[in-house]
Nanobody, 115 residues
């Protein structure tokens, strides 16, 4: 089992920044990738960014140039730095980890971009 705990969400004005954190515990030694997804009301959950255990990253086109994913293997933590936030970035953001080919999810953290 892998447990994921997210933090860092909140309310921010358009153009602002937030940093999300996700700490993994449990059998995290076998985590092969960690990622951030988001889900807005009435929409499907979508991949925002992913980082593998080799450090390779991929971000969605909709956030490219604004969001950065990083991973601290020593702290078993993944971060999502979000800059130049837009109202359409508002969603519940979920941390994901894959270990032993099993998906694990955090409880989600709300990000609201509004003036």
């Amino acid at each position: 089992q892998v447990q994921l705990v997210e933090s860092g969400g909140g309310l921010v004005q358009p153009g602002g920044s937030l940093r999300l954190s996700c700490a993994a515990s449990g059998r995290n030694g076998r985590i092969t990738s960690m990622a951030w997804y988001r889900q807005a009301p009435g929409k499907q959950r979508e991949l925002v960014a992913i980082v593998t255990n080799t450090g390779r990253t991929t971000v969605a086109d909709s956030v490219k140039g604004r969001f950065t994913i990083s991973r601290d293997n020593g702290k078993n933590t993944v971060y999502l730095q979000m800059n130049s936030l837009k109202p359409e970035d508002s969603a519940v953001y979920y941390c994901n980890a894959v270990a032993y080919s099993i998906d694990y999810w955090g409880q989600g953290t709300q990000v609201t971009v509004s003036s």
